[in-house]
């Protein structure tokens, strides 16, 4: 399938504090959902914490189908929507570019029980992309998306968590949620547990769990946990 953009993902660079933040290019995944319901309780106690909940979540999906209308959407189940939305979000696979025709897939999509749907919603919300930019619209749709067994949702929540986008910044709550994409496959999440662990960001600092995550993160396809792992890998001693 096509690539897929996250919310963001933090490089560790050596034992710095700083870091560099940037979009990273990942891979459009219809992962089999895992099934915690701890996780889904948690989710909805996050929610209910922000002043989001779902009373706030329908109006958003109804407010959305208002905008947007029912007409057009030439798909029947929640994989054929999440998949058109992608070619026409990216004008690929025989189609034009349409931005807003693909939210709207996304959101049928969701609607028919596809998680990587609300997701690729949440990443529009995200960025601005077909809809107007609103990180808190953009963190109900990941958290759907998180709910109903798709990592890169909770992933992306604990991004908006991190930076403080459309929620206060809490670490706790960051770091919780990388741990559970991390350890449902998602490289991304992996990688920016790593990155707080290698800053000692909301944890205390771990240069050695944070080069296992980093590893973790590359053997799932991480590109930047790859590069992680190098700069957290110290240099050979050279010998004359």
């Known amino acids: 399938m096509a690539n897929q953009k996250s919310v963001s993902e933090t490089r560790a660079t050596g034992n710095s504090a700083a870091v560099t ?32 909940g779902f009373l706030a979540l329908f109006a958003v999906v109804g407010g959305l189908a208002r905008h947007f ?36 897939l996304f959101q049928r999509a969701c609607e028919l029980g596809d998680a990587s749907g609300c997701n690729h919603l949440g ?21 759907r998306a998180c709910s109903g067994g798709f990592a890169e949702g909770c992933n992306n929540q604990g991004a908006l968590y991190e930076h403080g ?37 909301g944890v205390a600092p771990n240069p050695a769990e944070a080069a296992r995550l980093f590893r973790e993160a590359c053997n799932l396809g991480s590109s930047v946990g790859c590069n992680n792992l190098l700069d957290s890998t110290p240099a050979p001693l050279e010998t004359f």
């Open 21 to 52: 933040e940037s979009p990273i290019v990942g891979s459009w995944s219809h992962t089999a959902p895992w099934d915690d319901a701890q996780v889904r309780s948690r989710r909805l106690s996050i929610m209910a914490g922000v002043g989001l």
């Open 123 to 143: 990443l529009a919300f995200q960025t601005g992309q077909g809809v107007p930019q609103d990180y808190e619209r953009a963190m109900d749709w990941f958290e």
């Open 165 to 201: 986008q459309g929620v206060p910044e809490n670490l706790g709550d960051a770091t919780r949620l990388y741990t559970q994409a991390c350890r449902h496959g998602s490289g991304l999440g992996c990688s920016n547990l790593g990155a707080l662990y290698a800053q000692g960001r």
């Open 69 to 104: 209308g029912s007409s057009g959407l030439s798909c029947a189940t929640g994989d054929a929507c999440a998949e058109l939305g992608v070619s026409y979000a990216q004008g690929a696979g025989g189609v034009g570019k349409d931005e807003a025709l693909a939210a709207r």
